[in-house]
DNA sequence: AATTTTTTAGTACATTTGGTCTAAAGTTAG
DNA sequence: CTAACTTTAGACCAAATGTACTAAAAAATT
């Protein structure tokens, strides 16, 4: 039914579509091939198991997360580069919801995504600590106010990151995309007010105005 | 082979254990039935789903945190009230801890446990108002920078409490409990740090040396 | 055009799971 | 002691799922 080049494209694209829906211990092979009018012994033909999937899904976020950071575009200012950033990656994040929601359960039956899970976390926290340092020297961050305040800062920041979509999830089922987006990448940028100087101060007021 | 009135606690016991250790997706009616030695239909005569007994579970944990919240002990200073609250409220959420682990899974087939899940986060949220309003007017917490700020902050530590969990199971399978809740309410703590006044700040700094 | 490779569907099987039903065993109350 | 009840085990069923195997269909290569 398929017949064309693409079927592995498609089948990713229905199980994303169906994993961020129903999630992804309520998805099986047999759901997916159904969905795509295939039998399921074919999809296993292209795709192992649920996990290589789930696996495959994993590559294409990240590839698009670094296309994302790799378009050093930058920003007249701190804050507004932070921001836009933020709710750019927000946006990619939320297309593989899926995979931040049921994270511990996959990660559990998925080795080899748990390792790349937690490489793709030391990048972001030196993604972070680059930040703060150019932030810090712009004085648009002020200096730490005891040893490693920053190092905190990044870990709360990450486990902000990790569970902002599943905190949508159970508190504000009712939102679309755009208004979870605008609401977390809002109170994620609302973390670092209290970090910044007198100046980073008035640029943030700029902003949210 | 149970036999005695107890049965439902100790059918409680060892689903919370088996939760716990193997996600509570992992873990069916029959194999709870297979650890206590009894048989399914017998386990089924007690709590006729797996749901009920997650709910029963979150009820003692309620329970709990209800006690906890009513030993109205006073602490001499702010911070340290905070820091012992917290760990203490840490370490009944971490005995329970399949259910933040599995919140989304669990909510998602448990309409009761949802409704009941998000009146406990009303009383929270008003509880750390209070607290802040208390600081605030004792001068241990700052005023307001803008807005709303206290409330956008307790959102964000809304959501910490909510994840630490979660991000516990993925960062640091190594951790003892001890190390872990010591490690997340110290990064709680320090949430609240950039929001202290110079004295709060000074009385911080006593705690945490 | 023939053959080789890739893709697809169908079937069948074992396992797991939730669930029902029945009867036996144990406990309690009159 | 007996009757009523509570608790327990076992047998059975149906649905879902992962998995393997086979053969046909389609596509690519020669």
Chains 1, 2 share one sequence.
Do not use: C
């Not at 990048?123 to 905190?152: C, G, H, S, W």
């Amino acid at each position: 039914m398929l017949k064309n080049k693409n079927s592995k494209e498609k089948i990713l694209q229905k199980a994303l579509e169906l994993f961020n829906a129903k999630g992804f211990a309520n998805v099986s092979i047999r759901l997916i091939a159904t969905e795509l009018n295939i039998s399921h012994s074919n999809l296993i033909y292209h795709y192992k198991t649920k996990n290589d999937i789930a696996t495959a899904l994993h590559n294409e976020l990240l590839q698009k997360a670094i296309a994302l950071n790799t378009q050093a575009v930058t920003y007249s200012d701190f804050m507004e580069g932070l921001f836009v950033s933020t709710k750019q990656g927000f946006e990619i994040l939320y297309d593989y919801r899926f995979l931040m929601i049921d994270l511990n359960f996959i990660l559990k039956e998925n080795q080899a995504l748990k390792t790349a899970f937690l490489e793709v976390e030391k990048v972001r926290a030196k993604m972070y600590q680059n930040v703060i340092t150019i932030a810090v020297e712009n004085k648009d961050l002020r200096k730490e106010l005891y040893p490693n305040e920053y190092d905190f800062f990044i870990d709360q920041i990450k486990i902000f990151s990790d569970s902002w979509i599943v905190s949508s999830q159970i508190y504000h089922t009712d939102l679309t995309k755009k208004e979870i987006i605008d609401l977390y990448a809002d109170l994620f940028i609302k973390m670092w007010f209290p970090y910044l100087t007198d100046s980073g101060k008035e640029k943030f007021f700029r902003i949210i105005s």
